[in-house]
């Protein structure tokens, strides 16, 4: 189908890599696009490797199925590319974001091993770091990462992403209305400090 | 026209329960229908709905309440998955042999063992023959539409039977897409007032559920069994409606590309749509290949299905259930029997596939095409009981 953009998500379970995933779905489907957002089911627990997966086009996709050729792999824990096939399809004419405080080259070299022959583009972004500074965890790097694919895939305008971001967190975090400007920091650095551009 | 949301399928169900506003839900969680309790207990909560909700300790329990509410004439759904629908089954021929309407979504699950939460058709598929009419949904869409026109199907005088509308567990539960819902108040005109011929609180005694003897059991099993029967006009007929008010119509199955396809692969849910896309791939180098996907199970659509596959060549039945019968699935054994009464039938063999959340691809459905040419080149089926994505077997 022309125009569609497939992205999949690695993370561990409790990263918010499936919520990541979500609020992606909701940014393009504001967009107007056509949208899917889901994740891979297996023994849910925490620290485990989870997938999840988005497909955004112009038309509906009416397939079923988990993303084998994806344009774009997200992996929100490093350590994931040494556990599992996180470049296994990944079109090269797309991109790698890693979650990593490594710059791409150093990612390149140091994963290189587990890249698979992976010779397409990487980007990092130190979600973690902005996590800890704006968030005060650094494990709730999901949100950074959103950002990141946002700008990496320009599958959405980053304008439109802020405002559309803006109006989701103000939903979801109605009840803690302090959190609101804290995350919106995180999506503005998450834009800003992706590396590899 | 209408409301475009993101939804997943597990929200579109809780939607239009919530559209509906039934007078009792009795519910009992269970992955992965948890989420459509979980939503619809707060709509509740939070005043959106008049329900009585009936909090219960098991599905056992959940449709015994059921039946107790739709005989005292109560508009009333439940939902469950796997496990939980095998745990009604006893239940599940009381509500339809007593001919108490109502509507259960079944969010399609493995039925263990091993344990397994995931995808495929053996917890509906177990139920085909428990008197209950069974509509299948390819997304979320269709699992919304379904569920409202449930309602007017089973409660027609003419049917009064209970109905199941199934849908993927996590593949379409789970997954949100574009839907386009319908305003409140047209699915509160569209779906009516449940008006029950007789129920236990109109003042005039009535039992239901006493002991029928020999004496009229037979004449009870065949009342449910011309119902069924009659299901199917009214199904269409409630359909065509629909589609007045939502511009989507539905059939007793949706036809894809078949008019001239040699080879045809007739599948249930969310891997209709990815069969299209393999048939899609193959049309654009001008393969002759088509879907047929079945969206009412039960009753079965025999004369229909046989009319729409009498000119195809080769036809791949896909089953997300084994019967382990050493002959093959339940839709396999349907459409075959539908095929039978053709002069000219066309060569038919089985696949089982997508057991237990195992992913199905597009390049599954061009294995089953390309196994399909094979079968019109040789004029022979070979094997007809076969399995695809096993490893080790394909």
């Known amino acids: 189908m022309s125009n569609m953009v497939e992205i999949r998500w690695h993370g561990r379970g409790g990263q918010g890599a499936k919520t990541a995933s979500l609020l992606l779905a909701d940014a393009a489907f504001a967009q107007g696009k056509y949208v899917q957002g889901f994740p891979e089911y297996g023994p849910e627990r925490m620290g485990a490797p989870i997938a999840a997966y988005n497909r955004i086009s112009d038309e509906r996709s009416s397939v079923h199925s988990n993303i084998y050729e994806p344009d774009f792999v997200v992996v929100v824990d490093a350590t994931l590319l040494s556990a599992v096939a996180a470049t296994a399809g990944l079109k090269e004419t797309g991109g790698l974001v890693v979650n990593s405080e490594k710059s791409p080259e150093e990612l390149a070299k140091y994963y290189a091993a587990d890249l698979g022959g992976y010779k397409g583009k990487i980007y990092s972004i130190d979600a973690s770091q902005i996590a800890g500074e704006e968030l005060g965890n650094r494990s709730l790097s999901n949100t950074a990462m959103l950002a990141a694919i946002v700008k990496v895939s320009g599958v959405i305008p980053e304008d439109s992403f802020m405002k559309e971001m803006e109006a989701s967190i103000k939903d979801t975090f109605s009840s803690k209305p302090h959190v609101i400007a804290p995350n919106m920091k995180a999506i503005e650095r998450g834009l800003k400090e992706v590396k590899g551009l | ?394």
């Open chain 2, 1 to 394: 026209m209408g409301i475009r949301k993101l939804l997943s399928g597990n929200e579109a169900t809780a939607t239009a329960m919530k559209q509906i506003n039934p007078d009792v839900v009795a519910a009992y969680p269970i992955t992965p229908s948890t989420e459509v309790v979980h939503y619809f207990s707060q709509y509740v909560a939070d005043g959106e709905v008049d329900t009585q909700f009936v909090a219960v300790e098991s599905e056992h329990s959940a449709m015994s309440a059921c039946i107790g509410a739709s005989a005292a004439g109560g508009r009333t759904s439940t939902v469950t998955s796997a496990c939980g629908l095998a745990l009604m089954w006893e239940l599940l021929y009381v509500a339809s042999g007593q001919r108490l309407p109502m509507t259960l979504a079944v969010i399609n699950r493995a039925l263990s063992g091993p344990i397994n939460i995931n995808n495929d058709h053996s917890d509906s598929m177990g139920a085909r023959d428990s008197g209950w009419i069974q509509l299948y949904s390819e997304n979320n869409q269709e699992a919304y539409d379904n569920y409202i026109m449930a309602q007017r199907i089973g409660e027609h005088k003419d049917v009064l039977l209970p109905v199941m509308v199934c849908q993927d567990g996590f593949i379409t539960s789970h997954a949100v897409e574009n839907i386009e819902l319908l305003e409140d108040d047209k699915v509160k005109d569209f779906v009516g007032k449940f008006e029950p011929t007789r129920h236990l609180l109109d003042g005039k005694p009535l039992s239901v559920g006493p002991y029928d003897t020999p004496m009229h059991y037979f004449e009870h099993q065949y009342q449910r069994a011309q119902a069924m029967i009659a299901a199917k006009k009214v199904i269409l007929d409630v359909s065509k409606e629909y589609a007045k008010v939502s511009g989507r119509e539905y059939g007793l199955f949706e036809t894809y590309k078949l008019e001239d396809a040699e080879r045809v692969i007739v599948v249930v849910n969310s891997s209709a749509g990815t069969a299209k896309v393999a048939a899609d791939q193959l049309r654009a180098k001008g393969e002759k290949v088509g879907v047929l996907k079945i969206r009412v199970f039960r009753p079965f659509p025999v004369t229909e299905i046989a009319e729409a596959l009498k000119n195809a060549k080769a036809v791949a039945v896909m089953d997300k259930c084994d019967s382990f019968n050493a002959m093959g699935g339940p839709v396999f054994v349907d459409v075959r029997t539908a095929l039978y009464e053709l002069e000219k039938r066309p060569l038919t063999i089985n696949y089982i596939y997508g057991l237990g959340g195992r992913d199905v691809t597009v390049d599954n459905f061009l294995t089953v095409f390309n196994a399909l040419s094979e079968v019109v080149k040789t004029g022979k089926t070979g094997e007809t009981y076969r399995h695809i994505g096993v490893r080790g077997v394909n």
